[in-house]
């Protein structure tokens, strides 16, 4: 089992819609989730941060984590072209890799105009 | 946040030589990290820099082909060893910006190996 998995992909959806991204973890002593944006030929770029169970909300960005079943996602309102990229998971503070961070694979976005 | 460069941005070198890439941060920053990315894969930790000490290497990273120096707390140094064209990849650095443990990348160095 990978440590951080996340949606095979690629994800296709139309412009306007919800797309939803998820992401679950084996160390449970997770601490701190993160998604990253990357662009094709760029690098990874942050733009979600969660650390309690619950939801946080970033204009059309949604994380939303629950420990319990060691789960995070990442609901993107009213997609736009702009937003088709790969999106990584990653989780640090954990039992097995303390300071370090943990990537998924990522999943990639296409949103369709 | 710090803006955070590297250079070269791309290379393209020949097999068996080695190439240093430079990171530089504009803040002071305890831990720097660098990554690699082979095309259409995740990002793979190759080691953790922390100034004063030498990198940590992960699993299958060994520092003869990847030494790294961290002279100071703005700056650091990978090299690529004895380059193959197995190495051709992507090759970013990280440095952790905030409490929150979270971190940011550089823009990469994109290297090819012929």
């Known amino acids: 089992q990978k440590e951080v998995e996340q949606n095979s992909g690629p994800l296709s959806v139309p412009e306007g819609a919800i797309a939803s991204l998820n992401c679950t973890y084996s160390d449970r002593g997770s601490q701190s989730f993160f998604w990253y944006r990357q662009y094709s030929g760029k690098s990874p770029e942050l733009i979600m941060s969660i650390y309690s169970n619950g939801d946080k909300e970033d204009g059309r960005f949604t994380a939303q984590l629950n420990k319990a079943s060691q789960y995070v996602s990442l609901l993107i309102r009213d997609s736009q072209p702009s937003d088709s990229a790969t999106y990584l998971c990653a989780v640090r503070g954990g039992n097995t890799n303390a300071g370090k961070s943990t990537f998924g694979d990522g999943t990639t976005l296409t949103v369709k105009p | ?114």
């Open chain 2, 1 to 114: 946040s710090a803006v955070i460069s590297q250079k070269p941005s791309r290379d393209i070198c020949q097999r068996g030589t080695s190439l240093t890439i430079q990171c530089q941060v504009d803040s002071q920053v305890t831990m720097m990290f660098w990554y690699r990315q082979q095309p259409g894969q995740s990002l793979t930790l190759i080691a953790t820099a922390n100034q004063g000490s030498e990198a940590t290497y992960e699993s299958g990273f060994v520092i003869d082909k990847f030494p790294i120096s961290r002279p100071n707390l703005t700056f650091s140094t990978l090299t690529v060893s004895n380059m193959s064209p197995e190495d051709s990849s992507i090759y970013l650095c990280s440095v952790d910006l905030s409490s929150y443990n979270e971190q940011f990348f550089g823009p990469g160095t994109r290297l090819t190996v012929l």
